[in-house]
RNA sequence: GGAAGAUUGGCCGAGUGGUUUAAGGCGACGGUUUGCUAAACCGUUGGGUUGAUUAUAUUGACCCCGUGAGUUCGAAUCUCACAUCUUCCGCCA
């Protein structure tokens, strides 16, 4: 949710906002609007109100006798007082829709437009050079026998797969080495509850348009989570935070469900678009001031990550149009899929400024010990899609796939992956 | 799945329809005293919305006692639903 003294003060920079994102720009005046009614009718009901609670101090007071009559009076009184009150509810949960359709305010420096207009900021790495004809993951995870696809599909339908052997110890070591380097840079690890209450899944913005793509389960009204966002964004919902003068870092770990309702037919061979997989997230809770530092830092730390895996890579800047509607800046990292001739997101970072932690009541104590609205950020730190990169980029003419050094360690010192036969 | 009990401020805890403007304690913070610390004493001590004024301050109104609805002139207090926790019983890993 956008700030309302924002809204007040400088609605411009909202109407260009949704602008550069090609949102509805009337809602900012709608919304405007809607706050001017909603004071109005709230201090309406308020001075009633005063009214109604003054007169109730005489009735208590009264002698027996006179008491009657003043109820008689508080009678009237009450029926007005609820009236206004009903009217100061609807003008408020009028001003709340309009207020949580407006989108966050994008940042300077953005750019403007939608998908396409995306800026590549640096491209990091050598792509491979390869001497035979290379095979992408779904026949190298075959011939290797590290993924199962068919098996999956049988079990569960489409785009669900078996990780087997190497593998599924693969990506467990991945998960380790992106929570290994959390963990030194002072992250505190989470494993997050993956079914959340409709009111979290709301808080977090993944309700709007988005909405098609969680899944539901109606017998007990929960859902389940597409990224541990989710639930470390309400991990502190309604609370005041004592202390950020350094930002809080958690990395969670969870598994991720996404219905891809709206991609079909878009990447439907392998894993790379798959409705369950495991994500290791950084996020942080920062004041505002730090929040655009921290962003550039939760970046670095994610392409330390991409270095470790040796893998190469570009770091787009995401235009306006292609931003969710808590962040107001996101950068991708992509990492080069061979067999694709292109690059395929790895990572993403979002600067949800004050925008989430408003909606979700996240709160600091500012040097005042005043409550203020705290910063969210995230971003990915493994994911299990970054197998296709790592097993495509390092195989070799033998068919085998070179384990990036970093990740040794995690698999008992295995080198490479061998064919099964 | 069944039964009983509970939920009040940072924490503990009183409060069963009207001077509750939520007692009291602990903790925290400030002050006095003190060589320093402690003790003692005094004071302060939540959140939100919205006004006024001499406008970094002062002061007023309203809302918040798990959540939501209801009864009532008036609800922390009564009724209903829900959530969470505790204990017990049953079933199961």
């Not at 030194?184 to 494993?191: M, N, S, V």
């Not at 988005?210 to 989570?225: F, G, I, M, N, R």
Request: hydrophobic share 40%; charged share 25%; glycine share 8%.
């Amino acid at each position: 949710m956008i700030d309302i003294n924002l809204l007040r003060e400088n609605p411009q920079a909202i109407r260009d906002s949704q602008a550069a994102r090609g949102a509805d720009e009337a809602l900012v005046d709608l919304a405007a609007k809607l706050a001017e009614q909603k004071k109005v009718a709230l201090q309406q009901f308020e001075a009633m109100r005063a009214k109604q609670n003054a007169h109730g101090k005489l009735v208590a007071q009264a002698p027996k006798e006179e008491k009657a009559e003043l109820v008689a009076q508080a009678q009237e009184m009450s029926s007005d007082v609820k009236k206004l009150e009903a009217e100061a509810n609807l003008a408020d949960q009028e001003l709340m829709v309009v207020l949580h359709k407006i989108e966050n305010v994008v940042l300077e420096g953005v750019p403007a437009g939608s998908e396409e207009n995306f800026v590549v900021i640096k491209e990091v790495g050598k792509k491979p050079e390869f001497s035979f004809e290379a095979k992408d993951h779904v026949s190298l995870g075959e011939s290797l026998d590290v993924i199962d696809i068919e098996r999956g599909a049988k079990v569960s339908g489409s785009r669900f797969y078996f990780l087997k052997g190497l593998g599924a110890r693969l990506e467990l070591a991945l998960m380790q080495l992106a929570l290994d380097q959390a963990s030194e840079a002072g992250f505190t690890a989470l494993i997050t509850p993956t079914l959340v209450k409709p009111e979290i899944m709301q808080g977090t913005g993944f309700l709007g348009e988005h909405s098609a793509e969680v899944y539901y389960l109606p017998a007990d009204d929960l859902y389940l989570t597409g990224t541990s966002e989710v639930a470390l964004a309400g991990y502190h919902s309604g609370e005041i935070l004592d202390d950020l003068t350094t930002p809080m870092r958690y990395a969670g770990w969870s598994t991720c469900y996404r219905r891809e309702a709206g991609s079909h037919g878009k990447d439907t061979r392998g894993i790379l678009r798959v409705h369950q997989f495991n994500k290791l997230e950084m996020f942080s809770y920062c004041k505002p001031e730090d929040a655009e530092a921290e962003h550039a830092k939760l970046l670095e730390w994610q392409e330390q990550m991409l270095q470790k895996c040796e893998l190469p890579y570009r770091v787009i800047d995401v235009a306006a149009g292609d931003l969710g509607s808590s962040a107001a800046r996101k950068y991708d990292i992509e990492a080069w899929v061979p067999t694709q001739g292109g690059y395929r997101e790895l990572t993403s970072t979002s600067n949800c400024t004050t925008y989430q932690a408003r909606r979700l009541n996240t709160r600091y104590r500012d040097q005042d010990g005043k409550p203020a609205v705290a910063a969210t950020l995230n971003g990915t730190l493994a994911t299990t899609r970054w197998l296709v990169a790592i097993l495509e980029n390092h195989q070799q003419a033998d068919g085998s796939v070179l384990i990036p050094a970093a990740l040794r360690g995690y698999l008992g010192g295995v080198e490479k992956i061998g064919p099964k036969h």
